[in-house]
């Protein structure tokens, strides 16, 4: 009798398992279905750390250069949580991580998305992710010298995510983009110090070790190299696999030496967008943008140009442009800027989508 009632309670125990990652699921299927139902109606627009600071303020209650422009917030709010892996209480561009806690889970209350990415200090020198003076990748994944250290640094990452809940207490859904461009040298993750299968088994492990050990379901994940892949096969080269990646992206910034941007960029989102849709994934823009904006047009005649024909327009999930840092450089218009009417006209277009545009027409 014993035995029978201790097999009831440990099969209601493990139902009751299974029903809480089902819920937990449902949060990060929630918006990869959201996502896909937008598909093909309109491109969601993105800034980092856009609710945080922008030219000439920080943190003010209600405050976006998106809005200041366009009348409203982006749909896509971009966050980076460097440092954070170290217990620092500030990341990388001194967004206090207790403030930007605060700020995701109001983007979210107000519809929109998340996304996170994050560029982490190395537990083998004690560096930024920008120097490549050391090799780091082989000593933390599985096997490595450095693994326990890289768990913990993990640990505070899934710390973090733990704190972003919806006001029913469930866990919000959100896009988590790590290792990001690879396919470049200048981290310490990317070409030079890291080979594709070192690569694959850390992003692998990361992930695996976030959902399974941290049970952080609600993550949505995105693969995102760098631009200068030629070919579907070159872009795949540092892909970990279709049982973890939700969205395929890509990286590319214009520069002042660059010619016929959008030409180039077409071509390189016409491979991201054939292999996403091949794949059954959702395809992005994760990361653009010209500093400081030189080109009073760059809007209208480089991204909107580059973005405009139907094979991407129809396929692309979002496009996210990079910061407005007052002290250091910017990547959107703001006021008084040579570049703010194009901006607004840009955004203006019924096929790019601000936070209203997304929040009425979503599932």
Known sequence: ????????????????????????????QRLIETLKSVQAKGTLFGHQDDLAYG????????????????????????????????????????????????????????GGINTFSWHPYSVVNGKNSWNTDTTTVK???????????????????????????????????????????MSGGWFWWGTKLTSPEEYKTLFRFTIDYLVHEKGLTNMVICYSPNSGFQTEQEYLTW?????????????????PSTVDWPGQLQKTLDIVIKTANKNQKLAAFSETGYENIPDSLWFTDQLGKAIEPDS?????????????????????????????ANAKSFLN?????????????KK
């Open 139 to 181: 000593y933390i994944i599985p096997g490595g010298s450095r693994h326990e250290q890289f768990k913990a640094q993990l640990d505070q990452i899934a710390n973090f995510f733990l704190q972003l809940k919806t006001s029913d207490g469930k866990l919000m859904p959100v896009i988590f983009r790590p290792w990001h461009e």
């Open 1 to 28: 009798m014993r035995i029978e009632i201790k097999l009831l309670l440990l099969i209601t125990a493990m139902w009751a398992g299974c029903k809480a990652d089902k819920t937990e699921q449902t949060q990060a």
């Open 349 to 361: 277009q019924p096929n790019i989508w601000l936070l209203n545009d997304f929040n009425k027409n």
């Open 239 to 255: 892909y970990p696999g279709n049982d973890i990646i939700d969205i395929m992206g890509v990286d590319d910034y214009q520069h």
């Open 55 to 110: 030219m000439k303020w920080s943190y003010i209650e209600g405050e976006s250069d998106v809005k200041r422009v366009a009348g409203d917030y982006p749909a896509l709010f971009g966050w980076e949580l460097g440092g954070l892996e170290r217990g620092d209480l500030k990341n990388l561009d001194d967004v206090p991580f207790d403030v930007m806690r605060q700020l995701a889970i109001k983007a979210d209350e107000m």
């Open 312 to 340: 991407i327009a129809q396929n692309l999930s979002y496009v996210m442009v990079w910061r407005n840092d007052s002290n250091v450089h910017h990547f959107f218009a703001y006021d008084g800027h040579p570049s703010e």
